[in-house]
Protein backbone atom coordinates (compact mmCIF):
# COMPACT_ATOMS: atom_id res chain seq x y z
CA UNK A 1 0.00 0.00 0.00
CA UNK A 2 1.59 3.30 -0.66
CA UNK A 3 1.82 5.94 1.73
CA UNK A 4 -0.78 8.88 1.57
CA UNK A 5 -0.20 12.87 1.93
CA UNK A 6 -1.40 14.15 5.11
CA UNK A 7 -3.65 17.29 4.34
CA UNK A 8 -1.97 20.67 4.40
CA UNK A 9 -3.79 21.69 6.77
CA UNK A 10 -2.37 23.17 10.62
CA UNK A 11 -4.68 23.68 13.33
CA UNK A 12 -3.64 27.56 14.07
CA UNK A 13 -2.82 27.24 18.08
CA UNK A 14 -0.10 24.67 16.74
CA UNK A 15 3.03 27.23 17.99
CA UNK A 16 6.32 27.71 16.29
CA UNK A 17 9.89 27.40 16.23
CA UNK A 18 12.67 29.66 15.81
CA UNK A 19 12.64 28.90 12.75
CA UNK A 20 8.53 29.67 12.17
CA UNK A 21 7.76 26.12 11.08
CA UNK A 22 5.16 24.35 13.09
CA UNK A 23 5.41 20.60 14.20
CA UNK A 24 3.11 19.62 10.73
CA UNK A 25 6.01 20.81 9.12
CA UNK A 26 8.39 18.27 10.42
CA UNK A 27 6.16 15.59 9.21
CA UNK A 28 5.88 13.24 6.50
CA UNK A 29 3.26 10.93 4.47
CA UNK A 30 0.82 8.79 6.42
CA UNK A 31 1.82 5.49 8.15
CA UNK A 32 1.31 2.14 6.02
CA UNK A 33 2.56 0.27 8.85
CA UNK A 34 0.34 -1.96 11.55
CA UNK A 35 -1.85 -0.25 14.15
CA UNK A 36 0.51 0.12 17.05
CA UNK A 37 3.99 -0.55 15.45
CA UNK A 38 6.65 0.72 17.57
CA UNK A 39 8.17 2.23 14.51
CA UNK A 40 5.18 5.00 14.27
CA UNK A 41 6.34 6.16 17.95
CA UNK A 42 10.15 6.25 16.88
CA UNK A 43 8.61 8.66 13.92
CA UNK A 44 6.58 10.76 16.78
CA UNK A 45 9.91 11.33 18.39
CA UNK A 46 11.65 12.00 15.52
CA UNK A 47 9.72 14.89 14.37
CA UNK A 48 9.38 16.25 18.02
CA UNK A 49 13.31 16.34 18.03
CA UNK A 50 14.13 18.31 14.65
CA UNK A 51 11.04 20.33 15.60
CA UNK A 52 12.23 21.25 19.13
CA UNK A 53 16.27 21.73 17.39
CA UNK A 54 14.86 23.62 14.91
CA UNK A 55 16.45 21.95 12.20
CA UNK A 56 15.72 23.18 8.49
CA UNK A 57 14.68 20.53 6.57
CA UNK A 58 16.23 20.95 3.52
CA UNK A 59 19.33 20.42 5.41
CA UNK A 60 18.61 17.01 6.29
CA UNK A 61 19.31 13.79 4.91
CA UNK A 62 17.41 10.86 5.45
CA UNK A 63 18.77 7.25 3.87
CA UNK A 64 17.44 4.01 4.22
CA UNK A 65 17.91 0.24 3.88
CA UNK A 66 15.36 -2.26 2.98
CA UNK A 67 12.57 -3.57 5.86
CA UNK A 68 9.71 -2.49 7.87
CA UNK A 69 12.44 0.55 9.58
CA UNK A 70 13.08 1.90 6.36
CA UNK A 71 9.72 2.35 5.08
CA UNK A 72 10.40 5.45 8.13
CA UNK A 73 11.77 8.31 6.68
CA UNK A 74 8.81 8.47 4.75
CA UNK A 75 7.12 9.83 7.84
CA UNK A 76 8.80 12.68 8.80
CA UNK A 77 10.41 15.91 7.10
CA UNK A 78 8.78 15.93 3.46
CA UNK A 79 11.20 18.75 2.79
CA UNK A 80 14.38 16.81 3.65
CA UNK A 81 16.60 14.79 1.26
CA UNK A 82 15.64 11.71 0.92
CA UNK A 83 16.38 8.25 -0.61
CA UNK A 84 16.35 4.42 -0.38
CA UNK A 85 19.29 1.69 -0.77
CA UNK A 86 19.61 -1.41 -1.44
CA UNK A 87 19.49 -3.82 1.38
CA UNK A 88 22.18 -3.12 4.21
CA UNK A 89 23.67 -0.22 1.96
CA UNK A 90 22.39 2.57 3.37
CA UNK A 91 25.82 3.34 5.12
CA UNK A 92 28.01 3.71 2.82
CA UNK A 93 25.63 6.20 0.88
CA UNK A 94 25.26 7.93 4.18
CA UNK A 95 29.30 7.78 4.23
CA UNK A 96 29.01 9.49 0.61
CA UNK A 97 26.50 11.99 1.41
CA UNK A 98 28.83 13.25 4.73
CA UNK A 99 31.60 13.46 2.24
CA UNK A 100 30.13 15.90 -0.51
CA UNK A 101 28.59 17.99 1.93
CA UNK A 102 29.37 18.44 5.59
CA UNK A 103 26.91 20.73 6.55
CA UNK A 104 23.82 18.38 5.73
CA UNK A 105 22.55 16.26 8.95
CA UNK A 106 22.66 13.26 7.94
CA UNK A 107 19.77 10.58 9.31
CA UNK A 108 20.31 7.29 8.73
CA UNK A 109 17.15 4.69 9.56
CA UNK A 110 17.92 0.67 9.61
CA UNK A 111 16.49 -1.83 11.26
CA UNK A 112 18.24 -5.16 13.19
CA UNK A 113 17.87 -7.34 9.85
CA UNK A 114 19.15 -4.33 7.58
CA UNK A 115 22.06 -3.82 10.14
CA UNK A 116 22.87 -6.86 11.20
CA UNK A 117 22.56 -9.37 8.76
CA UNK A 118 23.11 -8.49 5.23
CA UNK A 119 24.43 -4.74 6.28
CA UNK A 120 26.40 -5.72 9.18
CA UNK A 121 30.11 -5.07 7.72
CA UNK A 122 28.81 -1.89 6.01
CA UNK A 123 27.57 -0.60 9.17
CA UNK A 124 31.01 -1.90 11.01
CA UNK A 125 32.64 0.32 8.14
CA UNK A 126 31.06 3.07 8.81
CA UNK A 127 31.17 3.08 12.83
CA UNK A 128 34.86 3.17 12.53
CA UNK A 129 35.22 5.97 9.89
CA UNK A 130 33.06 7.77 12.85
CA UNK A 131 31.28 9.28 10.04
CA UNK A 132 28.87 12.20 11.64
CA UNK A 133 25.15 10.89 11.55
CA UNK A 134 22.68 9.62 13.51
CA UNK A 135 22.51 6.38 13.26
CA UNK A 136 19.08 4.58 14.38
CA UNK A 137 18.07 0.53 14.60
CA UNK A 138 14.45 0.36 14.98
CA UNK A 139 15.15 -3.25 16.79
CA UNK A 140 11.92 -5.74 16.74
CA UNK A 141 13.70 -8.84 16.56
CA UNK A 142 12.20 -9.84 13.79
CA UNK A 143 11.96 -9.97 9.66
CA UNK A 144 8.40 -8.41 9.60
CA UNK A 145 8.71 -7.08 6.17
CA UNK A 146 9.02 -10.69 4.90
CA UNK A 147 6.36 -11.74 7.32
CA UNK A 148 8.26 -13.18 10.23
CA UNK A 149 11.76 -14.73 9.86
CA UNK A 150 14.14 -14.91 12.47
CA UNK A 151 16.63 -12.04 12.46
CA UNK A 152 20.36 -11.42 13.50
CA UNK A 153 19.13 -9.67 17.30
CA UNK A 154 16.30 -12.66 17.84
CA UNK A 155 16.76 -14.28 21.27
CA UNK A 156 17.63 -17.87 21.56
CA UNK A 157 14.74 -20.06 22.16
CA UNK A 158 12.59 -17.12 20.69
CA UNK A 159 9.82 -18.94 18.00
CA UNK A 160 9.16 -17.66 14.35
CA UNK A 161 5.06 -17.61 13.62
CA UNK A 162 5.65 -21.16 12.09
CA UNK A 163 7.15 -22.24 15.70
CA UNK A 164 10.80 -23.01 14.57
CA UNK A 165 12.95 -22.17 17.65
CA UNK A 166 16.01 -20.40 17.53
CA UNK A 167 19.34 -21.66 18.43
CA UNK A 168 21.64 -18.66 17.55
CA UNK A 169 22.69 -16.26 19.58
CA UNK A 170 21.78 -12.75 18.91
CA UNK A 171 24.10 -9.93 17.57
CA UNK A 172 23.91 -7.01 19.91
CA UNK A 173 24.51 -3.63 18.41
CA UNK A 174 25.32 -2.14 21.56
CA UNK A 175 27.55 -4.39 22.73
CA UNK A 176 28.79 -4.48 18.88
CA UNK A 177 29.51 -0.67 18.93
CA UNK A 178 31.57 -0.67 21.89
CA UNK A 179 34.01 -3.60 20.69
CA UNK A 180 34.40 -1.26 17.50
CA UNK A 181 34.88 1.37 18.82
CA UNK A 182 31.92 3.57 18.53
CA UNK A 183 32.12 7.40 19.81
CA UNK A 184 28.46 7.44 20.97
CA UNK A 185 26.07 4.57 21.96
CA UNK A 186 23.00 4.82 23.19
CA UNK A 187 19.38 2.20 23.96
CA UNK A 188 16.01 3.54 24.30
CA UNK A 189 12.71 2.18 23.96
CA UNK A 190 10.00 3.68 21.27
CA UNK A 191 7.08 3.58 24.00
CA UNK A 192 9.50 6.02 25.88
CA UNK A 193 9.19 9.20 24.35
CA UNK A 194 10.31 11.71 26.78
CA UNK A 195 13.46 9.11 27.35
CA UNK A 196 14.22 8.74 23.51
CA UNK A 197 13.51 12.62 21.92
CA UNK A 198 16.43 13.39 24.76
CA UNK A 199 18.82 10.47 23.31
CA UNK A 200 17.72 11.61 19.55
CA UNK A 201 18.90 15.02 20.54
CA UNK A 202 22.04 14.45 22.13
CA UNK A 203 22.94 11.86 18.54
CA UNK A 204 22.57 15.14 16.61
CA UNK A 205 24.71 17.24 18.42
CA UNK A 206 27.49 14.37 18.25
CA UNK A 207 30.16 15.16 16.10
CA UNK A 208 30.69 11.40 15.06
CA UNK A 209 29.04 8.38 14.56
CA UNK A 210 25.76 8.04 17.10
CA UNK A 211 24.28 4.35 17.09
CA UNK A 212 21.04 4.16 18.21
CA UNK A 213 19.59 1.24 19.14
CA UNK A 214 15.47 1.05 19.74
CA UNK A 215 13.67 -1.74 20.93
CA UNK A 216 10.39 -1.49 18.82
CA UNK A 217 8.07 -3.94 19.06
CA UNK A 218 6.36 -5.68 16.44
CA UNK A 219 2.74 -6.46 17.33
CA UNK A 220 2.50 -8.85 13.93
CA UNK A 221 4.82 -11.20 13.41
CA UNK A 222 7.42 -11.77 16.38
CA UNK A 223 4.66 -14.37 18.66
CA UNK A 224 6.41 -17.44 19.85
CA UNK A 225 5.70 -18.49 23.09
CA UNK A 226 6.99 -16.37 25.92
CA UNK A 227 8.01 -13.46 23.83
CA UNK A 228 7.55 -9.94 23.95
CA UNK A 229 6.02 -9.80 20.96
CA UNK A 230 3.30 -12.48 21.06
CA UNK A 231 -0.23 -13.21 19.06
CA UNK A 232 -0.53 -16.67 20.42
CA UNK A 233 -3.77 -15.33 22.05
CA UNK A 234 -5.46 -13.90 19.35
CA UNK A 235 -4.97 -16.55 16.93
CA UNK A 236 -5.90 -19.26 19.34
CA UNK A 237 -9.50 -17.55 19.95
CA UNK A 238 -10.18 -16.43 16.05
CA UNK A 239 -12.65 -18.05 13.98
CA UNK A 240 -11.03 -18.49 10.60
CA UNK A 241 -13.91 -17.60 8.12
CA UNK A 242 -11.45 -17.01 5.29
CA UNK A 243 -7.94 -17.94 4.69
CA UNK A 244 -6.06 -14.10 5.27
CA UNK A 245 -3.95 -12.51 7.51
CA UNK A 246 -5.90 -10.11 9.62
CA UNK A 247 -3.64 -7.80 11.72
CA UNK A 248 -6.46 -6.32 14.83
CA UNK A 249 -5.58 -2.79 15.74
CA UNK A 250 -3.46 -2.02 18.82
CA UNK A 251 -2.46 0.40 21.11
CA UNK A 252 0.73 1.50 20.84
CA UNK A 253 3.10 1.17 24.23
CA UNK A 254 4.00 3.68 26.21
CA UNK A 255 5.82 3.92 29.32
CA UNK A 256 7.63 6.59 31.49
CA UNK A 257 10.86 5.33 33.96
CA UNK A 258 13.11 7.45 36.26
CA UNK A 259 16.89 6.90 35.96
CA UNK A 260 18.51 4.26 37.76
CA UNK A 261 15.23 1.71 37.86
CA UNK A 262 13.91 -1.33 36.70
CA UNK A 263 10.72 -1.11 34.52
CA UNK A 264 8.48 -4.16 33.92
CA UNK A 265 6.21 -3.23 30.76
CA UNK A 266 3.70 -5.11 29.53
CA UNK A 267 3.15 -5.71 25.99
CA UNK A 268 0.24 -6.83 23.66
CA UNK A 269 0.09 -10.12 24.38
CA UNK A 270 0.48 -9.57 28.37
CA UNK A 271 4.05 -10.39 28.44
CA UNK A 272 6.66 -8.38 29.70
CA UNK A 273 9.86 -6.64 28.71
CA UNK A 274 12.24 -5.40 31.92
CA UNK A 275 14.09 -2.12 31.18
CA UNK A 276 16.65 -1.25 33.03
CA UNK A 277 17.33 2.96 32.85
CA UNK A 278 21.15 3.98 33.59
CA UNK A 279 21.17 5.84 37.23
CA UNK A 280 21.99 9.51 37.33
CA UNK A 281 25.81 8.79 38.62
CA UNK A 282 25.97 6.44 35.58
CA UNK A 283 29.07 7.29 33.50
CA UNK A 284 29.34 6.59 29.94
CA UNK A 285 32.92 6.97 29.39
CA UNK A 286 34.62 4.21 30.50
CA UNK A 287 34.30 2.12 27.93
CA UNK A 288 35.20 -1.29 30.13
CA UNK A 289 33.36 -0.55 32.91
CA UNK A 290 29.92 -0.02 30.44
CA UNK A 291 30.99 -3.48 29.00
CA UNK A 292 30.30 -4.96 32.07
CA UNK A 293 27.75 -2.87 33.48
CA UNK A 294 25.96 -4.09 30.58
CA UNK A 295 26.74 -7.73 30.91
CA UNK A 296 25.35 -7.55 34.20
CA UNK A 297 22.15 -6.72 33.73
CA UNK A 298 21.39 -8.38 30.41
CA UNK A 299 22.56 -11.52 32.67
CA UNK A 300 19.50 -10.62 34.46
CA UNK A 301 17.28 -10.43 31.95
CA UNK A 302 17.08 -6.40 32.01
CA UNK A 303 17.76 -4.19 28.89
CA UNK A 304 19.62 -1.04 29.64
CA UNK A 305 18.24 2.08 28.15
CA UNK A 306 19.91 5.33 27.77
CA UNK A 307 22.93 7.02 26.75
CA UNK A 308 25.74 4.32 27.23
CA UNK A 309 28.53 5.41 25.73
CA UNK A 310 30.27 8.56 24.85
CA UNK A 311 33.77 9.55 23.39
CA UNK A 312 33.94 13.45 22.47
CA UNK A 313 37.69 12.86 21.94
CA UNK A 314 37.88 10.57 18.94
CA UNK A 315 37.74 13.05 15.42
CA UNK A 316 35.33 12.56 12.86
CA UNK A 317 35.48 11.60 9.43
CA UNK A 318 36.81 14.74 8.07
CA UNK A 319 39.52 15.03 10.93
CA UNK A 320 40.78 11.80 10.24
CA UNK A 321 40.92 12.00 6.39
CA UNK A 322 42.20 15.87 6.62
CA UNK A 323 39.19 16.99 4.00
CA UNK A 324 39.00 20.41 3.13
CA UNK A 325 36.77 22.83 4.63
CA UNK A 326 35.00 23.79 1.37
CA UNK A 327 31.63 20.95 0.25
CA UNK A 328 32.70 18.91 -2.32
CA UNK A 329 29.45 19.97 -4.27
CA UNK A 330 30.45 23.30 -3.92
CA UNK A 331 33.99 22.78 -6.17
CA UNK A 332 33.81 23.19 -9.76
CA UNK A 333 34.19 20.72 -12.25
CA UNK A 334 38.01 21.70 -13.03
CA UNK A 335 39.05 21.09 -9.69
CA UNK A 336 37.17 17.73 -9.27
CA UNK A 337 38.62 16.39 -12.54
CA UNK A 338 41.64 18.39 -13.59
CA UNK A 339 42.73 16.45 -16.33
CA UNK A 340 44.84 13.35 -17.05
CA UNK A 341 48.41 15.47 -16.91
CA UNK A 342 47.85 16.40 -13.42
CA UNK A 343 46.93 12.71 -12.64
CA UNK A 344 50.52 11.86 -14.45
CA UNK A 345 52.07 14.57 -12.60
CA UNK A 346 50.28 13.25 -9.39
CA UNK A 347 51.52 9.48 -10.07
CA UNK A 348 55.06 10.58 -10.56
CA UNK A 349 55.36 11.10 -6.37
CA UNK A 350 54.76 7.87 -6.29
CA UNK A 351 57.30 6.16 -8.61
Known sequence: MPSIK???????????????????????????????????SVT???????????????????????????????????????FNSAHGRMPALASGAAAANRDLTIVGISGDGDSLSIGLGQLCHALRR?????????NNGV??????QFSASSDVGS?????????????D?????????????????????????ALLKAALSHRGFALVD??????????????????KHTRAHRLTVVETDFVPPAQEVT?????????????????????????????????????????????RGEIPTGLLFLDEAHGDMHQMASTVERRLHDLPFEELCPGSAALEAFQKDYH
Open 143 to 148: YGLTKG
Open 255 to 299: AQQEPGTTLSVTLHDGSTVRLSRVPEDYDPRDRSKVFSWLEAHQH
Open 214 to 231: VLSPCVTFNDHEGSTKSY
Open 130 to 138: NVRMLYLIE
Open 6 to 40: KPPVAHPSLQPNTLGLSLRDYEGAMSTLCAGCGHD
Open 159 to 171: RSKKGEKNLQRPI
Open 173 to 197: PVLLGLSLGASFIARGFSGDKQQLV
Open 44 to 82: AALVRTFFELNVAPHMVAKLSGIGCSSKTPTYFLTGAHG
